[in-house]
């Protein structure tokens, strides 16, 4: 199973975050979850702002093109890439790993 999930305007993938941690950056991948470290406190958005900012960096997407379409609240959450393909995230991923 891929880790990116293809959906009818793109792609979905599932994001493990850990809000108030040391500093901002992509942790890795452990069973087909994205795990994201975030300095932002879960407060007022801010985590949900810092996730969307730092995937749009790190998957060379413009930010109005990612979502969070689930969990928007809890740890996990589902995030959506309008315009995306599976193939061309995993090899951002890969390289950025």
């Not at 087909?32 to 406190?41: C, G, I, M």
């Not at 801010?46 to 413009?62: K, R, T």
């Not at 928007?72 to 959506?80: G, P, Q």
């Amino acid at each position: 199973m891929s880790l990116f999930i293809p959906t009818r305007t793109g792609v979905s993938v599932t994001v493990r975050v850990t809000p108030r941690a040391g500093k901002t950056t992509v942790a890795g991948v452990r069973e087909n979850v994205l795990l994201v470290k975030l300095a932002a406190a879960p407060v007022d958005g801010a985590a949900n702002a810092a996730l969307i900012v730092l995937l749009a960096e790190v998957f060379e997407v413009p930010r109005r093109d990612i979502a969070i379409v689930g969990g928007d609240r809890s740890r996990t959450k589902r995030v959506a890439f309008v315009g995306a393909s599976a193939s061309v995230m995993e090899a951002r991923l890969a390289e950025m790993l």
